[in-house]
């Protein structure tokens, strides 16, 4: 293992070069998120690598978009019911406690108001209708009516995310990302207008997934218990203290 302070690229690059050339030669495939930096590393250091951009980090671009536009109907619902709220309180201005009137927002049969159904939304927008629990169920028939063009945008993350689930290899896998690009332009919804111009700058890349299917999970989850181990060190005093909280993190 090498590990080297800081992301410059050049320091990286002379660190990794110092592993001899042969055994660098034998590296096939490097996955990773959307970095220029990493990508000009892996090319300098491992010429005989294919680069795979890590398709969790390719799908967090298509649900941001999703994310993006709920985010959007929230403020709008929030700026509506400060709006009425204001209006209220100007309407009760002189008048005697009992004359005045009290804000009352409309709530849906799930006992949503527009702006908790909005908030409430957020993780089943992440996620297949089929790992939907019962009460996500019920949201979502309600959220889907009120803004259809949430549901298309939905509609649209959940295609990008089978066209992963179902494509075997990179020729087809090219055929499908083409057909996606095609009803991202008919929708004209912007975020997915922005994903899907993302997505093409990294095309070549991003089809490198479907030659081994290879993901950065196992290099996510070690950065994630490193992060975990820094956070325990930071501050310590108690040796048998830090010791035993280790233990009980990493088990």
């Known amino acids: 293992m090498v590990v080297e302070a800081g992301t410059k690229s050049s320091e990286i690059i002379a660190t990794l070069r110092k592993i001899p050339i042969k055994k660098r030669n034998t590296v096939l495939e490097v996955t990773l998120d959307m970095s220029n930096t990493m990508d000009a590393i892996i090319t300098g250091a491992f010429p005989n690598a294919d680069i795979v951009i890590d398709r969790f980090h390719v799908q967090q671009l298509v649900t941001d978009a999703v994310q993006e536009i709920r985010i959007a109907f929230r403020k709008k619902a929030i700026r509506a019911e400060n709006k009425a709220i204001l209006l209220i309180r100007e309407k009760n201005k002189g008048k005697k406690k009992e004359e005045k009137e009290t804000y009352v927002p409309f709530v849906f049969d799930n006992e949503d108001t527009k702006k908790q159904l909005l908030a409430r939304s957020r993780y089943l927008l992440f996620k297949p209708s089929t790992k939907w629990t ?72 991003i089809l490198n997934y479907f030659n081994h299917r290879s993901t950065n999970a196992a290099a996510e989850s070690f950065n994630a218990k490193l992060k975990g181990f ?22």
């Open 230 to 251: 820094r956070a325990l060190v930071r501050g310590v005093t108690d040796v048998k203290f830090f010791l035993f909280r280790v233990a009980k993190l990493y088990g």
């Open 134 to 205: 019962e009460k996500q169920k019920e949201r979502a028939v309600i959220l889907f009516k009120e803004f259809p063009k949430l549901k298309h945008a939905y509609n649209l993350s959940m295609l990008f995310r089978s066209w992963y689930e179902t494509n075997t290899n990179r020729e087809q896998a090219k055929i499908g990302l083409s057909q996606w690009y095609e009803k991202i332009e008919k929708e004209k919804i912007e975020p997915f207008l922005l994903a899907a111009d993302s997505i093409k700058a990294y095309e070549d890349n």
